[in-house]
């Protein structure tokens, strides 16, 4: 059986004189314009490496938004052996950088749809541009990220003699809040809300101390704020919704299906992606989410207009 190279990129898109543009890339050694990729490091998540690969090759620092279609192709592998490559895709817009380019390419251009399809050499990379313009008019492709964390692996309630709010995480929490940190950076999270209790606090305290903000705690989050008042929390997710800033909100087990039915009432019942987007958060309320696991709801529009577009869900 062929082995599998697990790779990411991005689709860099902004909208210049009212035309959408893309970005590629070319690369000097194959003589072909593509998409920035690479594969992903051990242990990487895609999301990461997508992120990562197309400031290595680009020279430009992007956040992602809604998935686009995965790449499955076949290649030679370091030994000349036959290996099948999985390249995951995200729709993402430029924050920032310098543009200067690393040595495996040459240029970067920005070309509008049209032109995109005509440079493009193979034609598996057309999928993408073709989803692309798809959620664009659709008025799916400008979107903002709403992240839902359960905390990460704490210490145990059966070795814990103290308050349960006090309650830290363990080694392995500590290793997936870096996780959730890397993660959240890639979809540019700018704003910080967990719950009062420390083990939320600390599943998304690295995250904001590499972001230079601070966390807002807010104690209807918790386990106990949440059993005396449900819905407090349910207006949390409200004003999140509200501001359409992109947002992480770090929480509870027992606390997390209902701000995930928040998120489903947001599905459109007539969008292409609502049936996907709908099984989603289904399975993440049955299951409450796994400690440290990433949910991340993509929503066009604030306030009442907020409509979730698409949905993904990130194990650390």
Same mark, same amino acid.
């Given at each position: 059986?062929?082995?599998?190279?697990?790779?990411? &990129?991005?689709?860099?898109?902004?909208?210049?004189?009212?035309t959408?543009?893309?970005?590629? !890339?070319?690369?000097?050694?194959?003589?072909?314009?593509?998409?920035?990729?690479?594969?992903?490091?051990?242990?990487?998540q895609?999301?990461?490496?997508?992120?990562?690969?197309?400031?290595?090759?680009?020279?430009?620092?992007?956040?992602? &938004?809604?998935?686009?279609?995965?790449?499955?192709?076949?290649?030679? +592998?370091?030994?000349?052996?036959? /290996?099948?490559?999985?390249?995951?895709?995200?729709?993402?817009?430029?924050?920032g %950088? $310098?543009g200067?380019?690393?040595?495996?390419? @040459?240029?970067?251009?920005?070309? +509008?749809?049209?032109?995109?399809?005509?440079?493009?050499?193979?034609?598996?990379?057309?999928e993408?541009?073709l /989803?692309? !313009?798809?959620? +664009?008019r659709?008025?799916?492709?400008?979107t903002?990220?709403?992240?839902?964390?359960?905390?990460?692996?704490?210490?145990?309630?059966?070795t814990?003699? &103290?308050?349960?709010?006090?309650?830290?995480?363990d080694?392995?929490?500590?290793?997936?809040?870096?996780?959730?940190?890397?993660?959240?950076?890639?979809?540019?999270?700018?704003?910080?809300?967990?719950s009062?209790?420390?083990?939320?606090?600390?599943?998304?305290?690295?995250y904001?101390?590499?972001? %230079?903000?601070r966390?807002?705690?807010k104690?209807?989050?918790?386990?106990?704020?949440? /059993?005396?008042?449900?819905?407090?929390?349910?207006?949390h997710?409200?004003?999140?919704?509200?501001?359409?800033?992109?947002?992480?909100?770090?929480?509870?087990?027992?606390?997390?299906?209902?701000?995930?039915? !928040?998120?489903?009432?947001?599905?459109?019942?007539? $969008?292409?992606? $609502? /049936?996907?987007?709908?099984?989603?958060?289904?399975?993440?309320?049955?299951?409450?989410?796994?400690? &440290?696991?990433?949910?991340?709801?993509?929503l066009s %529009?604030?306030?009442?207009?907020?409509?979730?577009?698409?949905?993904?869900?990130? @194990?650390?």
């Amino acid at each position: 059986m062929p082995s599998l190279i697990p790779a990411a &990129g991005t689709l860099p898109w902004r909208r210049r004189h009212g035309t959408l543009e893309v970005a590629l !890339v070319h690369r000097p050694r194959y003589d072909d314009w593509s998409w920035a990729k690479g594969k992903l490091d051990p242990g990487e998540q895609p999301s990461v490496a997508a992120a990562r690969e197309t400031l290595e090759e680009t020279g430009l620092h992007v956040s992602l &938004g809604i998935p686009l279609p995965t790449s499955v192709y076949t290649v030679l +592998d370091a030994a000349g052996a036959p /290996a099948t490559k999985e390249v995951h895709y995200w729709a993402a817009t430029v924050t920032g %950088g $310098s543009g200067e380019l690393e040595h495996e390419i @040459d240029e970067v251009r920005w070309v +509008d749809v049209r032109t995109a399809n005509d440079l493009l050499d193979y034609g598996r990379d057309r999928e993408q541009l073709l /989803a692309l !313009v798809r959620a +664009d008019r659709e008025r799916r492709l400008r979107t903002w990220p709403l992240v839902l964390v359960r905390h990460a692996k704490s210490r145990p309630r059966s070795t814990w003699g &103290g308050d349960d709010r006090e309650r830290p995480l363990d080694a392995v929490g500590r290793e997936q809040a870096d996780d959730v940190a890397r993660v959240l950076a890639a979809y540019g999270v700018q704003r910080v809300v967990s719950s009062s209790s420390l083990r939320c606090v600390q599943t998304v305290e690295p995250y904001a101390a590499g972001l %230079g903000a601070r966390v807002k705690v807010k104690d209807a989050l918790s386990e106990e704020g949440f /059993a005396a008042a449900p819905a407090e929390a349910v207006r949390h997710m409200e004003r999140a919704l509200d501001r359409a800033q992109p947002v992480v909100v770090c929480s509870h087990g027992p606390v997390l299906p209902s701000l995930l039915d !928040v998120l489903a009432s947001r599905v459109p019942a007539d $969008s292409p992606c $609502s /049936a996907v987007a709908t099984e989603h958060l289904a399975a993440a309320a049955d299951s409450a989410m796994r400690k &440290g696991e990433v949910l991340v709801a993509h929503l066009s %529009g604030s306030g009442r207009g907020a409509r979730v577009v698409a949905v993904e869900r990130i @194990d650390t």
